[in-house]
């Protein structure tokens, strides 16, 4: 079974540019969970999506950060003009249920952004 | 609001030595508590966890005892291994959410 995938692993982009990052969650796994990880830091939760919902957006920036998670297809998280304070490593996570009591969540080996 | 404080690290040991990684935490009600272990260029994977008070959770040596009158869930092991090298992170699951301790990074020399 593959697990969740996450790419691409490494992405470069200057100060202005578009990041896109993708997931994949595990098989059969329909809630998908994005986490950011600043230099020294733990996870930070950011959003959480169903199949074409986004459920709770409480961590997300307000602006310049998108997510999606279409009907087909992989979540997509969205950063427009970057910056470089949006350097970090951002992680998907999966599960099989809903959070209501926990489930286990499956992470990706994340993406790690450098913002030159 | 909800918070997880663990110890400070980077944490060298020698093979074979005792392991104690601190954890303590914030939060209103009874939150579920786990331990994810981060190795190197990977994702985090679930290590153990406790439901409830007085909850053990273990998993490859590695044990953590949730206790409601501390706030804590101290991670130990008995005789650390060089593969046990990696980033280990405390976290509880409060209304919907993974909240994460910083992490602290062990190594362990032959």
């Known amino acids: 079974n593959a697990g969740v995938m996450q790419n691409p692993r490494h992405l470069v982009r200057r100060r202005g540019q578009e990041a896109r990052l993708r997931c994949s969650p595990m098989k059969g796994h329909s809630h998908v969970y994005w986490y950011r990880q600043l230099p020294e830091e733990g996870l930070k939760f950011m959003v959480y999506?169903?199949?074409?919902?986004?459920?709770?957006e409480s961590g997300m920036p307000k602006e310049r950060f998108s997510a999606e998670f279409p009907k087909e297809g992989p979540s997509i998280l969205r950063i427009q003009q970057v910056v470089r304070g949006d350097s970090a490593a951002y992680f998907c996570?999966?599960?099989?249920?809903?959070?209501?009591?926990?489930?286990?969540?499956?992470f990706g080996p994340g993406t790690r952004l450098t913002v030159l | 609001g909800d918070s997880v404080t663990q110890m400070e690290g980077p944490v060298t040991l020698s093979e074979e030595a005792f392991l104690t990684i601190n954890c303590t935490y914030t939060?209103?009600?009874?939150?579920?508590l786990f331990w994810y272990v981060q190795y190197p260029g990977e994702g985090l994977q679930l290590l153990l966890k406790?439901?409830?008070?007085?909850d053990k959770g273990s998993n490859k040596g590695f044990e953590a005892t949730y206790r409601k009158e501390t706030t804590s869930f101290h991670l130990e092991k008995g005789s650390v291994q060089v593969s046990d090298s990696a980033v280990y992170f405390c976290a509880l699951y409060s209304q919907g959410n993974l909240i994460f301790g910083k992490g602290t990074k062990l190594s362990v020399k032959p």
């Open positions: 996570a999966s599960s099989l249920q809903t959070p209501s009591s926990y489930n286990e969540q499956f």
């Open positions: 939060a209103t009600g009874y939150p579920s």
């Open positions: 999506l169903q199949k074409e919902n986004i459920i709770d």
């Open positions: 406790a439901t409830k008070a007085d």
